[in-house]
T-cell receptor, first 115, second 114 residues
């Protein structure tokens, strides 16, 4: 069982509001990721981090930002939400070494609806 | 272009039957291939991970095979149960970076009927 947690699970907010999606893991993993997934579609990487104070943008352009002040915490923020941001956001983590065959653990996801 | 294609897109089977899901990829250089199970509205859960040298990997009623020469993988589910209803996602990693870039398929939506 993965020890990675996301809050909120479901959120409906108005256009223009600021929102932060929380992600925490207690496995001591250095690598953390944020993916965006629309129904029936593949996951797209939007942000990742190798460790504290390390953040990079992923493949899919996103207006969101992330921070990594503590190893266990990787929050994602939307400064001004728009209906196009409606999607499922999945946080994940894995151990950090050169062997990329480590298991990637996913959180339960945060479903965001912007009206 | 690195891609991961899964088939079929959706599948309906009766409880107790077996089924096989397919994954073809063009990712290069290849590092490893993973199968994940994603229940509706939940995060993906890892089933198997296979590296270049592994041909098969089992996890209970799930058996994954890999043919690195033809760049194909399959996931075989034996004696299906209602709880197997989910999306099964094939994920391929390359060796091009420390991150181990992941390429996701769109998944096969499996429905098991009683």
């Amino acid at each position: 069982e993965a020890d990675i947690y996301q809050t909120p699970r479901y959120l409906v907010i108005g256009t223009g509001k600021k929102i932060t999606l929380e992600c925490s893991q207690t496995m001591g993993h250095d690598k953390m990721y944020w993916y965006q997934q629309d129904p029936g579609m593949e996951l797209h990487l939007i942000h990742y981090s190798y460790g504290v104070n390390s953040t990079e943008k992923g493949d899919l352009s996103s207006e969101s930002t992330v921070s990594r002040i503590r190893t266990e915490h990787f929050p994602l923020t939307l400064e001004s939400a728009r209906p196009s941001h409606t999607s499922q956001y999945l946080c994940a983590s894995s151990e950090s070494d050169r062997d990329s065959g480590n298991t990637i653990y996913f959180g339960e996801g945060s479903w965001l609806t912007v009206v | 272009k690195n891609q991961v294609e899964q088939s079929p897109q959706s599948l309906i089977i009766l409880e107790g039957k077996n089924c096989t899901l397919q994954c073809n990829y063009t990712v290069s250089p290849f590092s490893n291939l993973r199968w994940y199970k994603q229940d509706t509205g939940r995060g993906p859960v890892s089933l198997t991970i296979m590296t270049f040298s592994e041909n098969t990997k089992s996890n209970g009623r799930y058996t994954a095979t890999l043919d690195a020469d033809t760049k194909q993988s399959s996931l075989h589910i034996t004696a299906s149960q209602l709880s197997d209803s989910a999306s099964y996602i094939c994920v391929v990693s390359d060796r091009g970076s420390t991150l181990g870039r992941l390429y996701f398929g769109r998944g096969t939506q499996l429905t098991v009927w009683p």
